[in-house]
């Protein structure tokens, strides 16, 4: 062994670097925070004071902000065929989970029947596949059924999402359909459900055969029991606890205003943002007010001015006095003409880190 020529200082800046990562989460998924660093001598040193800051990062891993969209289903007549109509869906699809979107709000901006169709109207096409895409693909057999407008749904990209589960994943959350079987066993009633694991579980609860519930496993039973157990959640548990995305909410609005008065949160949304080409550049916006639910509403072809004068029971004259924020997600456009479902993609992406920053946190 070579001897130590260090000197006594040297050796004790050395030591101080010596250090261990850990990862502190707060806020959404998709916003991790950066990594901080501790010594090892403070982390035996502060034992307690760890325990205080893991109880911490626990409550701040989850994300207690929504984001909804809302777009008209009339954008579906657009595609030639029924192959391009069930891959807008798709596209559409895709582009919520992407970017983490709560609930999709379908509106219909016109009362007039497409008959031309040969399925159905746009906005129940276009709601049926949303939701299709969404549920896991083994619950997809207990909640639909053969359907014309389901015909290329297996063409489709598959979403693949946090609660689109693999048999054998062992997980916090599952989403499942409780089975016609109700369990009594020593007198504690409850029900079965189907995770798409190889065993049924037995949840707390008696609940209807049929109904899609969301179940909080319990991983510590036994691998050779015939059954496993779990607990009926909300579905926003996943997400405001453990910081899960799970999935989209599909919501049909009769009218542009339904939009905004039917919203399924206490108080309504309290951030509207308006995507037009007139609006402000979204460079130009440095910071979104905070909010705990905002909606992000796009227009169909001919823009939300038509979707406005389609809507009798709304009272303005100027569709952006509907709205909170006024924006052009992509100014200085090299098209005439920006797709809706372009559009999505466009605004979500520069929106991400703003809505990520402005959305409440109990913290």
């Given amino acids: 062994m070579e001897p130590d020529h260090t000197s006594p200082e040297q050796r004790k800046r050395k030591k101080k670097k010596k250090t261990v990562d850990y990862e502190v989460f707060s806020g959404s998924d998709d916003t991790p925070s950066p990594k901080k660093k501790k010594s090892e001598k403070a982390a035996g040193s502060a034992a307690s004071e760890s325990t205080a800051s893991a109880a911490v990062a626990t409550k701040n891993k989850g994300r207690h902000y929504t984001v909804s969209l809302a777009l008209p289903g009339s954008i579906i007549s657009n595609a030639q065929s029924p192959e391009l109509k069930a891959y807008l869906a798709g596209q559409i699809a895709r582009a919520l989970v992407v970017f983490s979107v709560d609930e999709v709000v379908i509106f219909d901006e016109t009362s007039v029947v497409d008959h031309k169709q040969p399925h159905s109207k746009p906005n129940t096409f276009l709601g049926r596949l949303l939701h299709y895409l969404e549920t896991p693909q ?42 016609n079987r109700p369990a009594k066993t020593s007198g504690n009633a409850g029900s079965y459900v189907n995770c798409g694991l190889r065993k049924e579980v037995r949840i707390d609860k008696v609940i209807a055969p049929g109904v899609r519930v969301t179940v909080r496993m319990q991983n510590e039973h036994k691998p050779d029991s015939s059954t496993a157990f779990g607990t009926v959640v909300s579905p926003s548990e996943p997400r405001t606890v453990a910081g899960i995305y799970w999935g989209y909410q599909v919501r049909y609005a009769r009218h542009f205003g339904a939009v905004f008065s039917e919203s399924p949160h206490k108080g309504g949304y309290d951030l509207t943002i308006g995507t037009s080409e007139r609006g402000k550049s979204i460079d130009d916006v440095d910071n979104l007010p905070g909010f705990k639910h905002a909606l992000v509403v796009f227009g169909g072809v001919q823009g939300l001015e038509f979707s406005l004068e389609s809507d009798e029971s709304l009272h303005v004259d100027d569709v952006s006095q509907l709205f909170d924020c006024w924006l052009n997600t992509c100014p200085v456009q090299g098209s005439r003409t920006i797709r809706t479902e372009e559009a999505i993609l466009i605004s979500l992406a520069a929106l991400r880190p703003k809505l990520s920053d402005s959305g409440w946190n109990p913290s």
């Avoid at 290329?152 to 048999?167: E, I, V």
């Fill in 138 to 179: 083994y619950l997809r057999k207990s909640f639909f059924g053969h359907h014309q407008d389901l015909r290329f749904a297996g063409l489709l990209n598959p979403l693949d999402t946090p609660h689109h589960m693999r048999m054998e994943e062992v997980v916090d959350y599952r989403e499942g359909v409780v089975l």
